[in-house]
T-cell receptor, first 110, second 112 residues
Framework: GQSLEQPSEVTAVEGAIVQINCTYQ??????LSWYQQHDGGAPTFLSY????GLEETGRFSSFLSRSDSYGYLLLQELQMKDSASYFC???????????FGKGTRLSVIA | DTEVTQTPKHLVMGMTNKKSLKCEQH?????MYWYKQKAKKPPELMFV???????INESVPSRFSPECPNSSLLNLHLHALQPEDSALYLC???????????FGPGTRLLVL
């Protein structure tokens, strides 16, 4: 089976950098994804790491280390609009659907 | 067209009503999904269709009935729902099963 752990809440200041960690236990997987969800909205795909290392997309970066069963989402130059829930998800091997973590609620304060 | 659309955006129904949720994508994706999401919780997988065939049914009550008329459309038929079924219902699609999923805006359902 698969399980993912991420912090339930994180608070950071506008303009700062924040890292949201995700640790996982899985018997095998293709990659780690991150989704953003604003209150009342739907999850929006942010990034996908199939290989170890850092993937950068604008202000957002995502990192994966398979040997450490660990990944993170890094948000730079935080803006108020980044306040949302962030979910990590693994794509298990065997063509089974995504398994989501419980989500991290990010609050950006002035 | 690079999005998943869902209708209606909001739905209020009584416990004796029958209604349907609709989902559409024109990205050529071969896998489509229904999720249920309660407030402050992650999405819970309900059904997976792969190449228009139901491949996963996560022990969902029979009052929820999925249908995939063609590769672009996915329906969720609702009948005799309970108040605890009130939630955000999300549709998603992916190029193939197990690949990155793209979500529609969801239907917010309230069962009275």
């Amino acid at each position: 089976g698969q399980s993912l752990e991420q912090p339930s809440e994180v608070t950071a200041v506008e303009g700062a950098i924040v890292q949201i960690n995700c640790t996982y236990q899985t018997s095998g997987f293709y990659g780690l994804s991150w989704y953003q969800q604003h209150d009342g909205g739907a999850p929006t795909f942010l990034s996908y790491n199939a290989l170890d290392g850092l993937e950068e997309t604008g202000r957002f970066s995502s990192f994966l280390s398979r040997s450490d069963s660990y990944g993170y989402l890094l948000l730079q130059e935080l803006q108020m609009k980044d306040s949302a829930s962030y979910f990590c998800a693994v794509t298990p091997s065997g063509n089974t659907p995504l398994v989501f973590g419980k989500g991290t609620r990010l609050s950006v304060i002035a | 067209d690079t999005e998943v659309t869902q209708t209606p955006k909001h739905l209020v129904m009584g416990m004796t009503n029958k209604k349907s949720l609709k989902c559409e994508q024109h990205m050529g994706h071969r896998a489509m999904y229904w999720y249920k999401q309660k407030a402050k919780k992650p999405p819970e997988l309900m059904f997976v269709y792969s190449y228009e065939k139901l491949s996963i049914n996560e022990s969902v009550p029979s009052r929820f009935s999925p249908e995939c008329p063609n590769s672009s459309l996915l329906n969720l038929h609702l009948h005799a729902l309970q108040p605890e079924d009130s939630a955000l219902y999300l549709c998603a699609s992916s190029p193939g099963r197990g690949e990155t999923q793209y979500f529609g805006p969801g239907t917010r359902l309230l069962v009275l």
